[in-house]
């Protein structure tokens, strides 16, 4: 029995679907356990067949592995429902049982979704860059104790009574950024539609988590964004509105810490960042255009084009910590081929002085300046090698630098988007 946390250790987008899509082989259920549809996981399994999920978890291309949305997760009725009609025309969750879809998962309303927009509109050049999803005002309502829950939402009694009590505020913060009024006549019919489709799947995920733990399945939890996104942890306020780190899996999904056998943090070869906010080693030359060319850069959700630099030690030395991990995953090591040299941030310098943690303060996130380890490159295509002994030794090189800067084994070596794309030096799930 094993329960494993997969984690972003940089700003999001390192590969974690992929990581999932590989690991769902060996777990028993697949656990997405906080953000919304804010993430976009993209899963490729043969040549063709790429889908990206924002809300189903990333095992859904296992046929017939259970799946769950856990209670720490944002669910938007619009984006699931469609979610589920779109996988089911590609002929999988035909068994519709295997998907469980938490009773205590908070509902993003159209209404959090239009706040959004309207908030980082009257932000401008000040914005957070959000994914517009809704995200940020869901979770207020969490908080501030008057959200949806998914329970609420399939009982149509509940759910008027929740939206009728919630509009008065909603339509004054509107009218305070120029927007019309939101109706209640307009919102309940859709989402009792909703509702009534969803509402086949809704159940207690933390109390099947619980008892599959109980009885010594492996499970496998599907983190959302990165650290660098968490709303404690994270470069703030240029984050998310929800913990994104692994203890997150804990407290959302309702279990106790020591259940936690291993936390692999997915990081890529390089790092990228989509959105506002500091980001100490990007490229804002051509080095960060080809890579972001190379690495076909661009979100999975907003298809926002991603900013790209070097990799980053000090960012990682602080993520990895955050987290507890036990091990990494290294993505796209294929897009580095041809850079030579790569460089690696070892520290930071802030007002001429080394400084080795992330700093708190974004102002100064923003100020620090890299100091950069060089390291040899290669030029040789690595995408179809299978072993680490096969890779070019500069590859290799690359590997085991990150290996002892960061005190941390390297697993798994992902050389391209396809789930055979991969190098596993060790199975995590066999780790502990
Ligand atoms: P996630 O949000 O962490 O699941 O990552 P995304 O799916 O948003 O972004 C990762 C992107 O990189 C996707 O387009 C993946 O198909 C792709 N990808 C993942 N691993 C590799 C890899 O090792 N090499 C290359 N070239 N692409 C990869
Ligand atoms: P995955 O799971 C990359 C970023 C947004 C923005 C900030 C706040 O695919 O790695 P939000 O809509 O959450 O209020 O936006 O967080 N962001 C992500 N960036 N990958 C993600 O998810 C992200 N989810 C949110 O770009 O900067
Ligand atoms: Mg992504």
Not at 35 to 60: Q, W
Not at 154 to 163: A, C, R, T, Y
Not at 305 to 330: H, K, Q
Not at 401 to 420: A, K, Q
Request: aromatic share 4%; proline share 5%; net charge negative.
């Amino acid at each position: 029995m094993a329960n494993l946390i997969v984690v972003g250790t940089q700003w999001g987008d390192e590969g974690k679907g992929k990581l999932i899509d590989l690991l769902a082989e060996f777990a028993d259920l697949i656990v997405r356990f906080q953000g919304g549809a804010n993430a976009g996981h993209t899963l490729k399994v043969g040549d063709a067949e790429e889908l990206i999920t924002h809300l189903i978890p990333s095992g859904i291309m296992h046929s017939g592995k259970r799946i769950a949305i856990g209670p720490g997760v944002v669910v938007d009725p619009e984006t699931l429902v469609s979610e589920i009609e779109a996988v089911q025309k590609r002929g999988l969750l035909q068994d519709t049982s295997v998907l469980l879809l938490s009773n205590r998962a908070h509902v993003v309303m159209p209404y959090h979704r239009l706040l959004d927009a309207a908030r980082e509109m009257a932000k401008g050049s000040k914005k957070i860059g959000t994914t517009l999803r809704g995200i940020g005002p869901c979770l207020e309502d969490k908080v501030s104790r008057t959200g949806v829950r998914m329970c609420d939402l399939i009982d149509p009694q509940v759910l008027e009574d929740k939206v009728l009590a919630r509009l008065p505020e909603i339509n004054a913060l509107l009218k305070h950024y120029g927007r019309d009024p939101v109706e209640e006549k307009d919102l309940l019919p859709t989402l009792n539609q909703q509702a009534v489709k969803l509402a086949p799947f809704v159940s207690d995920v933390g109390e099947a988590v619980r008892q599959e733990m109980d009885r010594g399945k492996n499970i496998l939890f599907e983190g959302a964004q990165g650290t660098l996104l968490d709303v404690d942890h994270g470069t703030y306020p240029f984050v998310t509105s929800s913990n994104t780190v692994a203890s997150a899996a804990c407290t959302a999904v309702g279990f106790g810490a020591p259940r936690i056998d291993s936390v692999v943090g997915v990081a890529k070869a390089y790092t990228t960042r989509v959105g506002e906010g500091p980001f100490p080693t990007e490229l804002m030359d051509e080095k960060g255009v080809h890579l972001q060319e190379k690495g076909a850069e661009f979100g999975a959700t907003t298809g926002r084009p991603r900013r790209c630099g070097w990799l980053d030690m000090v960012a990682l030395r602080y993520t990895l910590a955050v987290n507890g991990c036990t091990s990494l995953c290294l993505t796209k090591l294929d897009v580095l081929a041809g850079t030579n040299p790569i460089k690696i941030a070892v520290g930071y310098k802030l007002s001429g002085k080394e400084i080795q943690s992330f700093p708190a303060d974004i102002r100064a996130a923003a100020q620090v300046e890299p100091v950069y380890e060089e390291i040899e490159g290669w030029d040789e295509d690595i995408s179809d090698l299978r072993e680490k002994e096969a890779l070019p030794v500069a590859a290799q090189r690359y590997i085991s630098r990150i290996e002892m800067l960061l005190n941390l084994p390297v697993d798994i070596v992902s050389v391209g988007p396809g789930r055979r794309e991969t190098i596993v030096i060790q199975n995590p799930f066999r780790r502990g």
